[in-house]
RNA sequence: CGGGGCGUGGCGCAGUCCGGCUAGCGCGCUUGCUUUGGGAGCAAGAGGUCGUAGGUUCGAAUCCUAUCGCCCCGACCA
């Protein structure tokens, strides 16, 4: 139940967060360590994202799997890269049916050595090219601070694991994913992402090439929305995924991998929300339309259900997911700031008034309170309430998209880099080297966030030591 | 692992220094009546091996010892 009020987000950004999460019944503390339980409504919304996922993903060709949870441990010995990125953060199973195992199993922290022990045995000729499998599930990663939905031990997320018999295509297939993912921010996440290449640090293990989306959240902060990459042969030669091209030339695979995970609801969470709590595009939200029935009598009662009814049946019809409150043992002033806090974007409310008048009252719950309140007839109400609906997914985003580009900044120098990442990302020159990177990363705490793949036509001087440089990053503090 | 804090009904806490009688308070929960257009009121209830295990004592939430767990701050990550 949300009974009382969050702390505002000036006062403490990340204990408004935490409150919100659990006050908005979208999860809840798991007994283990740095778990969470997901609960009914925020698997609602996750099952919104990830219906929208699946089917792109099989309108491009791709199709569903499931590779086993526990992996034999010498399997990440075989990618160098893989191991040492891995290692420290790996679950070991070593004991199963009272005794130990021979060799320790791992539980899966992400899924490239067993698919490509598998894919090793299914690929023997180019005519098998190229897989594209995705797969649905959890995975663990032994964290050590956590933070509902944006980092827990176990997290759920899709993972697509490619082969193909060329570097190109391969390739394509890593921007091919990251376009869906960006379209799918844009498009129903309501939030803004740039795509751009990750540095050479910030790469995945045993990537060639990994790409991102960054988004901003309101603190300013950066968070790494989806990433998809470009492995070339590296997996393909630590397993042997071989083919005979159509020379009869033994060939190794290029393969891809990609992910967006259960973190993005944190993003929404930290893009949209307000100190009224949870706000959601309506593209996404699990309920879009609360109808709110307000009355004092029984007569009074009838009358407002019969046309609360009605209503809902109206708005149920054309589509609309929709939700009727008809509590009678908590006020209506409860029920307001209830679904403001679960983030319903739009509430119709009638009372006794609205009977007599034939209107409702509409509010949107991205201008809570009153302000949001507008009165409309009753008749029409459909196409004013999916007009609504569109109008505030457009204004959400619109919205982020202004916050976000007001807060990057053009550094003149150095000095004005390392201030301006307190509160805000510099978008600058970089030589893409080691060095300046950690120089910025040591001094400034923040990160290279990616190279946006849109780039001005000019050249100009690294930030940091002046050198010069063809490419400009993005600099910020990231979660 | 290093530093700081905390374990007492579902949640948040008081009580611990200085041992004492039926272990309190707020929120939530249950039941009833009155309420309901921006977080309702009254009344009556239910609910606790005081993290765990030893010890000291006539007597332990309180003192001693051990142990477990959790949270926050520093090095990794979707």
Known sequence: ?????????????????????????????????????????????????????????????????????????????????????????????????????????????????????????????????????????????????????????EFYWHEGHTAHAGADEAREEMYRILDIYERFCYEEAAIPVIKGTKSETERFAGAQVTTSIEAMMWDKRALQSGTSHYFGQNFAKAFEIQYLDSSNKLQFCETTSWAISSRIIGAMIMVHSDDQGLVLPPRLAPVQVVIVPIFKKDDEKVKVMEVADRVFKELKATGIRIKMDDRENVSSGFKFNDWEMRGIPVRVEIGPKDVEKGSVALARRDRPGKEGKTFVPQAGLDSAVSGLLTEIQASLLKRATEYRDANIHDPKDYEELKKVVQDGWAFSYWCESRECETKVKEEAKATTRNIPFNQPDTEGTCIVCGKPSKRKVYFARAY
Not at 42 to 63: M, P, Q, Y
């Open 1 to 153: 139940m949300a009974e009382d009020k969050l702390p505002t987000r000036t006062e403490d950004f990340a204990e408004w967060y935490n409150q919100l999460v659990l006050k908005a019944d979208l999860a809840d503390y798991a007994p283990v360590r740095g778990c969470m339980v997901v609960k009914p409504y925020g698997w609602a919304l996750w099952e919104n994202i990830t219906s929208w996922l699946d089917r792109e993903f099989k309108a491009t060709g791709h199709v569903n799997a499931a590779f086993p949870t526990l992996i034999p441990m010498s399997f990440f010995e075989k990618e160098k890269e893989h191991v040492e990125g891995f290692a420290p953060e790996l679950a070991v199973v070593t004991h199963g049916g009272g005794e130990e195992l021979e060799e320790p199993l791992a539980v899966r922290p992400t899924s490239e050595t067993i698919i490509g022990h598998m894919y090793a045995k299914w690929v023997k000729s180019w005519r098998d090219l190229p897989i594209l499998i995705v797969q649905w599930g959890s995975v663990l990663r032994w964290e050590l601070r956590t933070k509902l939905f944006l980092r827990t031990t």
